[in-house]
């Protein structure tokens, strides 16, 4: 029997059209237009790319979006001067500054500088900190996404086997913090870890957030379990042209699993439409409003 395919895709299309949803409200009840701003240093192709699709997501869902764009060459203070510009505007509810920031830039610095209520990547520590204690937070999007996914999979997920592979800050650790909320026994896997394909069997839960193209095999996976697959790795075609992977070899863990997210058109979509998601509970926090049903 062959998993389920979650389809992230379709469930980022309706978590859009409801941050859309919400902005009406918020315009027609509030006067309140949520804005996103999104800094991107340098000309990376890749961040080039997802800031682009991150301001068409904004203006598609009725959002004000201001893009600002530095040179490869900007100081460290310039970038900051842009950041504190934008905690002071008040018509900007959500800041983003795309990653990574070239070599000259202390990445943490710059997300040290931005305003914890409008820091809508949730990399702030002050929100790492909240989230952790079970306050209200702005949560990482792309672990945002993952978990609404499960939830949307699996309804409650309390008392399940969890196994996050990968303990980065931006996806790794905040998957587990969120997972250990929703009350998974929760395991974090990386590099150090003993045995990883038979700690992956132990999971109800597998998320695999790792940056290695389809390193975990079809007989990791216990059988009937939900499988998220975080990687975006470009392989070599024989053709002389590229594709994406996942993490997961994908054929072989469809085989075993319950359900499973593909790369691409699973947790990729998600992102985005959680941004928006994030943007709209910021603006509404600071403007001191429930946020729409
Ligand atoms: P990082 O490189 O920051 O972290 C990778 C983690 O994987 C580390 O904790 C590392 O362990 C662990 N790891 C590396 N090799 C192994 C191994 N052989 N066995 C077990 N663990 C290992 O990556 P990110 O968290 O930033 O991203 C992970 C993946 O997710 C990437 O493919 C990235 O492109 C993708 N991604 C996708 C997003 C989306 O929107 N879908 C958003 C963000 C990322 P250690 O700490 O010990 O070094």
Redesign the pocket.
Known sequence: MTATIIDGKAFSARVRAEAGRKVMVLKEQHDLTPGLAVVLVGEDPASQVYVRNKGKATVEAGMKSEEIRLDVTATEQEVLDVVHRLNADPTIHGILVQLPLPKQVDEMAVLDAIDPMKDVDGFHVINTGRQAVGLPAMVP??PL?CLMMLKDTLGDLSGLNAVV????????KPMASLLLSENCTVTI?????RD?PAVCRGADILV?????PE?IRGDWVKPGATVID????RIPKEDGKTRLV??VCFDEAVEVAGAITP?PG???P???ACLLANTVTAACRQAGIDEPE
């Open positions: 999007c792309t996404g592979v990968g303990r980065s800050n931006i996806v790794g896997a990386h590099s150090r870890t990883l695999a957030a790792v940056g290695r390193m975080v990687g975006i790795n996942g993490d790369v699973g947790v990729g998600m992102t985005i």
